[in-house]
């Protein structure tokens, strides 16, 4: 990749990590509790803090995935494949900065996690999903209906 393709992608991940700066400091007034007396706007209040946790947690994830990617263009290996080691196409990258895989690899990775239920975790927070989804995908085994003989008769 030439030098001045890999300057723009400096600056829109600088760019990237400014905004988030700025969504930091929004998000934090949302903790600022101003005299809240009724029972709604507390529960909505409440509702917006919920939501504010959710969004940090992504954010802290995808600045993690923007300082890895600056890190990448300072050694050079920005663009290849983590996977299998060829350029990830200038495509992608631009619709996926951050992206680690070429398009062949991360199909691959994508369709194994289909067959994979088990083993799904949520990039977010790094929890494995797999207990919420234990017997989901199990067919229930037809159970003898049994009827009082009251009703019977």
Sequence with gaps: ????????FKILFNELLGREENLKEK???LFIRDGVNDETEEASRHNECQLA????G?????????????KKIDDGTFGQCEECGTEIGLNRLWARPTAELCIVCK???EGVEQHM???KRSHSNGKALAMSNI????????EEI????SLVL
Aim: charged share 35%; hydrophobic share 35%.
């Design 58 to 70: 992504r954010e802290q994830f995808f600045k993690k995935k923007i300082w890895r990617a600056l």
């Design 1 to 8: 990749m030439d030098q001045t393709t890999l300057e723009r």
């Design 107 to 109: 199909e691959e990775q």
């Design 146 to 149: 049994k009827t009082p003989l």
């Design 53 to 56: 946790l959710k969004l940090t």
């Design 27 to 29: 998000m934090s007034n």
């Design 135 to 142: 017997g989901k995908h199990i067919p229930a085994q037809k």
């Design 117 to 119: 239920i088990y083993d």
